[in-house]
């Protein structure tokens, strides 16, 4: 079955950096575009990053363009959100999302909480 595990979500300081990891199975990993996104407490989720099966195209929101990078490492079916220049803006459950097999699969989250 289709599994997303993330980890690497942690407390910093603003101005920090994190870096996600999103573990995948279940799939075929390089057939598949993949995303990361966010929810802060009281907000919707929403759209962090994307990057394309091959990692040839990557998308941002606006928000964080310039400060974060989506990657991805085929040979250890992973997914990767490096967080640079982290403002309290940026704290939410982080999680990373794969559209397969007619569906989208979420992952559990990993909380990000930076502080002032």
């Known amino acids: 079955q289709v599994q997303l595990v993330e980890s690497g979500g942690g407390l910093v300081q603003h101005g920090g950096a994190l870096r996600l990891s999103c573990a995948a199975s279940?799939?075929?990993?390089?057939?598949?575009?993949m995303s990361w996104y966010r929810q802060a407490p009281g907000k919707e989720r929403e759209l962090v990053a994307r990057?394309?099966?091959?990692?040839?195209?990557?998308n941002y929101a606006d928000s964080v363009k310039g400060r974060f990078t989506i990657s991805r490492d085929k040979a250890k079916n992973t997914v990767y959100l490096q967080m640079n220049s982290l403002k309290p803006d940026d704290s939410a459950v982080y999680y990373c999302?794969?559209?397969?097999?007619?569906?989208?699969?979420w992952g559990q989250g990993t909380q990000v909480t930076v502080s002032s």
């Open positions: 990057i394309s099966n091959l990692a040839l195209t990557t």
């Open positions: 999302k794969v559209f397969t097999l007619g569906r989208d699969y």
């Open positions: 279940g799939f075929s990993f390089s057939s598949y575009a």
